[in-house]
């Protein structure tokens, strides 16, 4: 029976790498492009050059706009052979969700064990949060990746300094020398990532581990060489947080709210399976936690210990630092905590594999924590409204009743790059956010080298359009009343006043509503 289990180790690992492609494959193009992800397309595509212009170029609160461009690059050469389609483009982001799944099998097997290894990979392979990240054209599963492999870096060295012999004494460094790499390309992909170099950074003091700190400053300047020429840009882009930032300052029931995202997904899902995420993620963290205590107090497991703390560190501790710094600067992004919850997912493989709960306990658990895995994967799956609201619907209808004179309206830029990733060839436009708001995230210079310009309303929006095609989400009015702002009324009274309202089409949460027949001035200054 051994020599088969020993013939067809290699099964296990095969089935786990293809459960992890086959979910993060699942109805890959069939939820439309949300903003962000159109503005990542339409912004890569226009090459480096353009990129850093519509990064760099100073405006007033800072520079144009806040992310490093390793992502956008990478995209940029994907594109260039794959294409731009839906499926294309989010193919990128399985390959890194991939990819990390097998790290995260190297990393708490060097740990821990084989068995708990691969555990730490099968709830990395099925966990929606990871799965949500992995299908989405942005920067965090590359952001997961190479955290993930500055983790293991900083592992082997770990492992290896009380080993090393004076012949592979260079093995040991290389490891550090790799520590520093993926730290200054994570630098480079998302520059919260600090908030997790920052905590791992920590660990040798904390441990009072001499050698490691040494190898800590090699790793930290090759880091620094590396993210060099970006760290001149780093001013303007904190300038730039600091005066526009779209983000609110984080509450006490933030990290709770967290910590459901990381067991089931990070999107607005409504009760009962919302109330189950929220009280089943609780649960299973508790457990963790007071798993963990129990098993680092009993003598026999002194040796122990480290490894499983090192974990709940990384998956503690940036999250916390986050919520505290937030307090001041609001910066509170639980998408760029993704690197801390693959760290929770080796703790959970622990607690599975390794911290000596009942078997009825972990049957238990792990039922639980595949009713979170079922809800958000199902959700996932299935989202058709804000953010991914179907903008690919909205804009073949449009496309189909076209006539010659036409214009898309967009009211903001939420909808305008979608429709525009979209429909490329129908003349669109959107009104611009508010000077100064926390929404005015889209820099005038970043608009010209999306080649994508706002207008500031909705009369000059129109371009004096025969008929009008004006896009809006359901939600807006309502939106715009309670933030006391009367953009959105005065833009409907105009398009009311000039046009009449010919049909009406809803697509989930988003409103298309064709004005028809202009009369009067159509053009004239903007109301201030």
């Given amino acids: 029976m051994s020599s088969i289990f020993a013939k067809y180790r290699w099964l296990p690992h095969s089935l786990i790498f293809l459960l992890a492609i086959g979910l993060r494959l699942i109805n890959l193009a069939g939820r439309a492009l949300w903003y962000d992800e159109a503005f990542a397309v339409l912004f890569a595509e226009k090459g480096l050059s353009a990129m850093l212009y519509g990064t760099l170029t100073p405006v007033v609160g800072g520079a144009a706009d806040i992310h490093p461009l390793l992502y956008y690059s990478t995209l940029n050469v994907w594109m260039h052979f794959f294409g731009e389609s839906a499926f294309t483009v989010r193919l990128l982001s399985v390959v890194f969700g991939v990819a990390t799944v097998a790290l995260i099998y190297l990393l708490a097997k060097s740990l821990f064990d ?139 029931a933030t990290p709770l709210l967290t910590i459901r995202s990381f067991l089931s997904v990070n999107l607005d899902f409504p009760s009962p399976a919302s109330m189950i995420a929220f009280f089943g993620g609780l649960f299973v963290i508790l457990l963790l936690v007071v798993q963990v205590l129990m098993f680092i107090r ?60 009942p078997k009825l306990v972990v049957g238990i658990i792990a039922a639980l924590g595949l009713v979170l895995v079922g809800i958000g994967l199902y959700y996932q799956y299935t989202i058709a409204t804000f953010p991914n609201s179907p903008f690919q619907v909205a804009e073949n209808y449009i496309a189909q009743n076209w006539q010659v004179g036409d214009v898309v309206v967009h009211q903001n830029k939420l909808t305008a790059l979608p429709g525009i990733y979209y429909q490329r060839d129908l003349p669109q436009y959107f009104i611009g956010d508010k000077p100064g708001s926390s929404d005015d995230t889209l820099a005038l210079p970043t608009q010209k080298a999306l080649n994508i310009m706002a207008d ?47 049909s009406t089409q809803q697509f989930n949460d988003l409103n298309v509503v064709l004005y028809s027949d202009a009369h009067g001035d159509l053009g004239g200054a903007c109301q201030p």
């Fill in 114 to 252: 084989e068995r708990t290894g691969l555990v730490a990979a099968l709830i990395t392979a099925i966990a929606p949060f990871h799965v949500q990240y992995s299908q989405e054209t942005r920067m965090y599963a590359l952001l997961g990746l190479l955290l993930m492999s500055a983790t293991w870096c900083f592992i082997k060295s770990w492992h290896d300094e009380s080993q090393v012999a004076q012949k592979s004494l260079w093995m040991n460094w290389r490891y550090w020398l790799g520590f520093g790499l993926f730290a200054g390309l994570a630098m480079y992909t998302q520059q919260l990532a600090a908030f997790y170099l920052v905590a791992i950074g920590l660990v040798p003091f904390v441990t009072r581990r001499k050698g490691q700190i040494i190898g800590l400053i090699v790793g930290a300047i090759t880091a620094i060489v590396v993210y060099l020429p970006w760290l001149v840009n780093l001013p303007g882009q904190l300038q730039k947080v600091q005066s526009y930032y779209w983000l609110d300052k984080p509450t006490i």
């Fill in 298 to 357: 009993q003598p026999k497991n002194r040796t122990q210990r480290e490894p499983i703390l090192f974990v709940l560190w990384l998956a503690m501790i940036p999250p916390l630092v986050m919520w505290v710094v937030s307090q001041i600067q609001p910066v509170y992004l639980e998408r760029s905590l993704l690197p801390s919850a693959l760290m929770l997912y080796v703790a959970l493989a622990w607690l599975f594999m390794r911290s000596g709960m």
């Fill in 456 to 502: 500031a309303c909705v009369q000059a929006a129109t371009h004096q359009g025969k008929r009008v095609w004006w896009m809006v989400f359901a939600q807006a009015e309502a939106q715009y009343k309670v933030a006391n702002r009367p953009e959105f009324e005065q833009a409907v009274a105009w398009l009311n006043e000039h046009y009449t309202v010919t």
